[in-house]
């Protein structure tokens, strides 16, 4: 859908007024573009879009990306974690862009506000499409704890960073979880699987997940109403009382229905603020500018990508093509399972 924003857009042109008297062909058309208002979420939307590949609900479905030229890309690899000014020109992107004194993140959206399904980079698969987690043989879906529906946030990553396996953090004593950084975003809007939204970050919180480091980034949207009033994770105590509390909550018990322990936390659960959390980006930044230039232990993690041009997993645009055409093509979703809905109630 947002691969053709642009094209329907500009079939709208011929039917809106031109700011001094009636649209009158194809020279007023450039005048007529420059006088529009500017609009952030239609600029980010049309940088980036997704092809579905399998059937939803089914362990073959695959999310791929493209970017404002039709290539395939790595949502993983080739996104860049500091949002350009403009357009992202290069890959990583040289400068940031700011909001006030604040720097600006692309997050990628995994799993939209109150959904169930645990959908995911596939870190380990080319092109790193989005999919369904799977364990035990079968398709993965967090439950509802009392009083929670689903995951109660916009879940997702950030892209070009990497929580490495092989390197224990001096503040978790814990090694990383070998994906990119988790991002819950809290803004108002439920978004979409695939988005891409630019988001400005307020806290972080340090989930040990099975042994793992596992951060947990607080950030939301800058595009949001509230953004302008939310700078900081104090600002979140504020302005949502009990928030951070029910986060904290959520991530403690979520595997427990699958008879797995509580997860644990470091700081004793504390939230760090908004300059702890950047720095755990830029050095989780770090890392994976060393596992695409060969510089760590990549394991099974696919590194292929289309646009960082340094790296020596760079591959062309009909290779590229090529990996995602020899996936099945787009068909009817299947049913979801009513056990997705049920409630579950813990003596916590």
């Known amino acids: 859908m947002r691969a053709g924003l642009g094209r329907a857009w500009r079939g709208l042109l011929p039917l809106l007024p031109a700011r001094s008297g009636s649209y009158a062909g ?14 952030s979420w239609l600029s980010t939307m049309a940088q980036f879009g997704t092809e579905p590949r399998g059937r939803p609900h089914s362990p073959e479905y695959r999310l791929y990306f493209k970017n404002a030229e ?22 990583p992107a040289k400068r940031s862009k700011t909001n006030g004194s604040e720097v600006v993140f692309n997050m990628v959206v995994e799993v939209p506000r109150w959904s169930n ?25 967090v439950a509802n704890i009392f009083p929670h529906k689903g995951y109660i946030w916009n879940y997702g990553a950030l892209p070009q960073t990497w929580e490495d396996p092989h390197h224990k953090d001096k503040d978790t004593g814990c090694c990383g979880d070998n994906d990119p950084i988790d991002v819950c975003e809290i803004g108002t809007k439920v978004h979409s699987l695939g988005e891409i939204i630019q988001v400005k970050v307020l806290g972080v919180m340090a989930l040990i997940d ?13 595009d949001d109403p509230e953004a302008q009033k939310i700078h900081d994770i104090d600002d979140v105590k504020k302005h949502k009382p009990g928030y951070l509390e029910a986060t904290a909550e959520w991530f403690r018990f979520y595997k427990v229905p699958d008879d797995k322990p509580e997860n644990q936390f470091a700081f004793n659960g504390e939230f760090k603020d908004k300059d702890f959390a950047v720095e755990i980006i ?3 930044h770090e890392y994976w500018k060393a596992l695409l230039h060969k510089k760590a232990d990549r394991g099974a993690i696919k590194c292929m990508n289309v646009l960082v041009h340094d790296s020596p997993f760079c591959c062309s645009e009909e290779d590229a ?14 049913s979801v399972s009513a056990e997705v809905d049920v409630w579950h109630f813990l003596n916590k």
């Open 26 to 39: 194809a020279g007023r058309r450039r005048r007529l573009v420059r006088q529009l208002p500017p609009c």
């Open 117 to 141: 399904a645990k959908m995911e980079i596939a870190t380990k698969e080319l092109l790193n499409p989005i999919k369904q987690d799977i364990k035990r043989g079968k398709l993965r879906y």
């Open 321 to 334: 093509r090529l990996i995602v055409q020899s996936t099945p093509p787009p068909a009817r979703g299947d």
């Open 70 to 91: 039709g290539k395939y890309i790595s949502p993983f690899h080739d996104i860049p974690l500091f949002a350009g000014s403009k357009e992202d020109k290069e890959v």
């Open 282 to 284: 830029k050095s989780t």
């Open 210 to 222: 099975e042994g793992e480091t596992d951060w947990k980034i607080i950030a939301i949207s800058v």
